[in-house]
């Protein structure tokens, strides 16, 4: 399909849409969806002779690779907008190349998207039509040209609007078929250190990452021990659900808590726990409305601790969490 049309643009919109408005799902990705790469047509120009001729007989005045531009730009923006307007919670997320332009910044050498692939997405995160970012940052840390913490921090520099910006990380294996499982900690590592307040990755592929069971293992008892909440995206809502109703009861060695709430905003639950000087939590979906703890907690070591304090709060779509009340176990 030529992605200048407005015959394929309203078609992509009426599939996505779509989905939105007949599944309940967190959000529309797009991977790498603009103009096609160049080796997949022999390295041939894009065929679109048809419309780029209309466009021009109708006075168009823009170059042929601005104009590809715009009509992909166009159609990112409607998406965007067409996909809020039905449903605000959905989120909308692209992983383009990683690399926007040779020389952006300095150091980077390589494939040019905005001039092959006629992308710019380096001007879908300046203007927020995104609600989260993942460069297809596939090269290791120390890749001369395409260094991946240069990348990060370039693409970091241009997101203006602090959308969440959750880079790709390749498993990919090498010619011998080894992943290099230290280059995937060491690059969720950086990334938690250079984006503190957007901390996330994702990983291509998943199919890589289940074939690996080394790394797997090392991800889950390393960066991924804990399971975590999807970050708020503040743009889309900023009002935190009600706090819930707590009560609790304790029978024998356990305590039993029960909660509830009328907030339709609440979507999940997060159950934290205060065994003596150290917080642990457990998140819970909706359906969820009560719990036990023990009271008394052993550890690995044989160690045993008391249960202090525990708290309830409520979860909505965006990530907004309720305020935090601390209810004590005498």
């Known amino acids: 399909m030529d992605p200048a049309m407005k015959a394929t643009q309203d078609h992509t919109s009426r599939v996505v849409m779509d989905i939105v408005k007949r599944y309940d799902v967190d959000g529309i990705h797009f991977d790498d969806y603009f103009y096609p790469y160049p080796s997949y047509n022999g390295d041939k120009d894009f065929p679109d002779d048809k419309s780029w001729s209309a466009y021009v007989n109708s006075g168009g ?16 923006e409607r998406l965007y907008a067409e996909i809020k307007q039905e449903k605000k919670h959905v989120k909308f997320g692209l992983s383009p190349f990683g690399i926007w332009r040779p020389g952006y910044p300095s150091t980077v050498t390589g494939f040019d998207q905005y001039e092959k692939l006629y992308a710019d997405a380096k001007l879908w995160l300046n203007k927020g039509w995104i609600d989260y970012f993942t460069p297809q940052l596939y090269w290791p840390i120390n890749k001369q040209g395409q260094s991946f913490p240069d990348l990060l921090g370039w693409w970091q520099s241009e997101n203006t609007l602090q959308r969440h910006l959750w880079p790709g990380i390749s ?56 399971p975590a909440l999807v970050p708020a995206s503040p743009w889309l809502d900023a009002i935190a659900p009600a706090s819930p109703q707590v009560a609790i009861t304790k029978s024998k060695d356990k305590l039993n808590i029960q909660w509830s709430s009328k907030d339709k905003d609440a979507t999940g639950w997060i159950l934290y726990a205060q065994y003596d000087n150290k917080w642990e939590y457990t998140i819970m979906g909706k359906a969820q409305l009560n719990a036990s703890l023990q009271l008394l907690n052993a550890d690995t070591a044989g160690k045993t601790s008391t249960l202090k304090n525990i708290m309830v709060t409520a979860v909505d779509r965006t990530g907004n969490e309720s305020e935090q009340q601390l209810i004590p176990v005498n």
């Open 61 to 76: 005045k823009l170059s042929r690779g601005d104009w590809r531009r715009d009509g992909v730009n166009k159609l990112i």
């Open 171 to 226: 498993i990919g294996t090498n010619k011998n078929g080894v992943t290099n499982n230290k280059e995937v900690l060491d690059e969720i590592s950086l990334t938690r250190s250079m984006l503190p307040k957007s901390m996330g990755a994702v990983h291509w592929s998943v199919s890589s990452l289940t074939k690996n069971p080394t790394l797997t293992k090392e991800l889950k008892a390393g960066p991924y021990s804990i």
